[in-house]
């Protein structure tokens, strides 16, 4: 069973794109939250991760950061880790 991944998104957003991607490779099924135009959810975001920028990736409700974030992790061998518990 596999950690629930959350990804925060704007319409064209090539670091989204890419991001999606990559969890769509490794067979990670992932809840995306489009926040174009809600500045409530944007000003959430900023508050939980300190950051302005999408995407903003969770796993199982820990920010992991965005797009450069989530591809240094799985090179590093730690995204398989986070998801899968391993």
């Given at each position: 069973?596999?950690?629930?991944?959350?990804?925060?998104?704007?319409?064209?957003?090539?670091?989204?794109?890419?991001?999606?991607?990559?969890?769509?490779a490794r067979g990670y099924?992932?809840?995306?939250?489009?926040?174009?135009?809600?500045?409530?959810?944007?000003?959430?975001?900023?508050?939980?991760?300190?950051?302005?920028?999408?995407?903003?990736?969770?796993?199982?409700?820990?920010?992991?950061?965005?797009?450069?974030?989530?591809?240094?992790?799985d090179r590093a061998g730690?995204?398989a880790k986070l998801v899968?518990?391993?």
């Amino acid at each position: 069973m596999h950690k629930k991944i959350v990804i925060y998104t704007k319409d064209s957003c090539p670091y989204c794109a890419r991001a999606k991607r990559l969890l769509d490779a490794r067979g990670y099924a992932y809840d995306e939250i489009n926040v174009e135009g809600n500045a409530d959810k944007r000003a959430w975001l900023v508050e939980v991760t300190g950051r302005r920028t999408v995407p903003q990736i969770f796993i199982d409700g820990q920010a992991v950061g965005g797009s450069d974030d989530l591809h240094e992790l799985d090179r590093a061998g730690g995204l398989a880790k986070l998801v899968e518990g391993a």
